[in-house]
Nanobody
Framework: QVQLVESGGGLVQAGGSLRLSCAAS????????MGWYRQAPGKQRELVAR???????NYADSVKGRFTISRDNAKNTVYLQMNRLKPEDTAVYYC????????WGQGTQVTVSS
């Protein structure tokens, strides 16, 4: 059973930066893609960024130019570097991994104060 463990969330002022990490219990080579989603109170979970096994990336329009997703295969870890954070980025951020099944982490809270 694959486990995904997120870390790096916290409270930051608007304009600041955070880096989220998602550590997988096994090799991430088996995943077709991995990504970050977020869910704000009262809203649906939405895709923030995704990276394929080949390293291709895509981003939500709201975070393009501010967030960067990357992966370290040797560490079985995916990162989300978040810069120029805005209050509307406040949400619980979830790591996601997909092969023939879908896996989710437990989530990490990101709060951006104005």
């Amino acid at each position: 059973q694959v486990q995904l463990v997120e870390s790096g969330g916290g409270l930051v002022q608007a304009g600041g930066s955070l880096r989220l990490s998602c550590a997988a219990s096994g090799s991430i080579f088996s995943f077709n893609y991995m990504g970050w989603y977020r869910q704000a109170p009262g809203k649906q979970r939405e895709l923030v960024a995704r990276i394929t096994s080949g390293g291709n990336t895509n981003y939500a329009d709201s975070v393009k130019g501010r967030f960067t997703i990357s992966r370290d295969n040797a560490k079985n870890t995916v990162y989300l570097q978040m810069n120029r954070l805005k209050p509307e980025d406040t949400a619980v951020y979830y790591c996601n991994a997909v092969n023939n099944r879908i896996y989710w982490g437990q989530g990490t809270q990101v709060t951006v104060s104005s």
